[in-house]
C-alpha cells in the first residue's frame, strides 16, 4: 500500500509580545543612562597672506600707541610704554607657610629658605618644628613681594611699611588693602634696623575719624572705631605700588584706541602666582586685554 504524503505544516508565527515588552523596559532605560556632549564651533580665522614685497618697507609705528608692558624679572617689578621704562619697583619676595605642626602662619625670606633645605633642614614654624624638606612648597600660602626702596643698584635697601585694613583676624593678621591720603600717597615709610625690617616707630595708625581711601575707586571714608582699631602696620607690597602706576596710566591715556591693552613679560621659571597677581591687578586698573610675552624671548 503506498505510504500517504504528508504536507508540511504551516510555521506558526512567533509571539513578540514578550521581545517588545523587554524593548519598552530596556529603551526608556538606555535613554536616561546616555550622555549628550554638545559639539561647539569656535572660528578661527587666519592671517592672509602678506602682499608685501621684498623692497616694499614695513609701516612706520604708530605713535599715538601706548604699547604698554609690565615685566617682572627676579628682583623688580617695571612698566614700560612708547619705548621708555618707569622707575624699577624693587622687591624681596617673602614666602608665607602654613604649617601643619601648629596650623599658624609664618613669612620667611626666600633666601633662607632655600639655604635651609641646601642645608638639608626645611623651614622653621613658630612652634620649633621644621617642615618637611621635601615637601615644603606644598605648604606656602602666600608669595608677597615687600617694596624695597634704594638709592643705588649696590644699594640693598630697606623695606618700606604702610598701613593695610587686616583681612586676617586679630591674632593672625593678614594685610589686605593699602591705605592712601587725599593726594592718592601711600601712609608709608622705610623701615629701620637691617633691610629695614623693622617697622619705623614714626608710621603710626591713623585714629578714628580719620578721611582715608584703598586703591579701589570711590573708596574714600572716615574710619570708624572699630575699624581703625583693626588696622594693621605691613610691609607694602610692590603690587600695590605697580597697581597704582597702572591706575593713573590707564587714566591718564583713556583716549588712546589701546588704553585697555597691556603685555605682561616674565621668565619661564616665573611663579604662576605671581603673574596672577599681575593679571589681577591690571584688570582692577582697567585694563581688559591681557597678554603674555616671554622675558627675552
Known amino acids: 500500500m503506498a505510504k500517504e504524503i504528508k504536507k508540511p505544516a504551516k510555521p506558526e508565527e512567533p509571539d513578540l509580545l514578550p521581545a517588545m515588552g523587554l524593548f519598552t523596559i530596556l529603551i526608556p532605560m538606555l535613554l536616561s543612562m546616555a550622555a549628550f556632549s554638545k559639539l561647539a564651533i569656535v572660528q578661527v580665522n587666519l592671517p592672509e ?41 624693587y622687591f624681596k619676595e617673602m614666602w608665607t607657610f602654613r604649617c601643619k ?27 620649633g618644628t621644621e617642615m618637611d624638606k621635601e615637601k615644603y612648597l606644598y605648604e606656602i600660602e602666600a608669595i608677597e613681594l615687600w617694596a624695597i626702596q634704594k638709592e643705588s643698584e649696590e644699594d640693598p635697601g630697606r623695606v618700606i611699611w604702610a598701613l593695610y585694613t587686616n583681612g586676617g583676624t586679630p591674632e593672625e593678621p593678614v594685610a589686605d588693602s593699602a591705605y592712601v591720603d587725599g593726594n592718592n600717597n601711600f601712609l608709608a615709610l622705610p623701615g629701620e634696623g637691617a633691610m629695614g625690617l623693622t617697622p619705623p616707630p614714626a608710621l603710626k595708625k591713623p585714629a578714628a575719624g580719620t578721611a582715608l581711601a584703598t586703591l579701589t575707586p570711590n573708596s574714600a571714608r572716615t574710619l570708624k572705631p572699630d575699624v581703625a582699631a583693626k588696622n594693621i602696620i605691613h610691609p ?62
Open 49 to 89: 597672506r602678506s602682499m608685501i614685497s621684498e623692497s616694499d618697507t614695513p609701516p612706520e609705528p604708530d605713535q599715538q600707541a601706548l604699547n604698554l608692558s609690565l615685566a617682572i624679572t627676579s628682583e623688580y617689578l617695571v612698566i614700560g610704554a612708547r619705548g621708555g621704562f618707569q622707575p624699577n619697583v
Open 101 to 127: 605642626s601648629d596650623a599658624k602662619l609664618i613669612t620667611h625670606a626666600v633666601e633662607d629658605v632655600k639655604a635651609a633645605v641646601e642645608a638639608g633642614h626645611g623651614p622653621k614654624c613658630k612652634d
Open 236 to 297: 607694602l607690597s610692590a603690587y600695590d605700588l605697580i597697581a597704582k602706576d597702572l591706575i593713573a596710566i590707564h587714566t591718564q591715556f583713556i583716549d588712546l584706541e589701546d588704553v585697555d591693552n597691556i603685555i605682561i613679560v616674565a621668565n619661564d621659571d616665573t611663579q604662576f602666582d605671581k603673574i596672577i597677581q599681575l593679571m589681577d591687578r591690571s584688570k582692577e586698573a582697567g585694563f581688559s586685554k591681557i597678554n603674555l610675552a616671554k622675558l627675552g624671548g
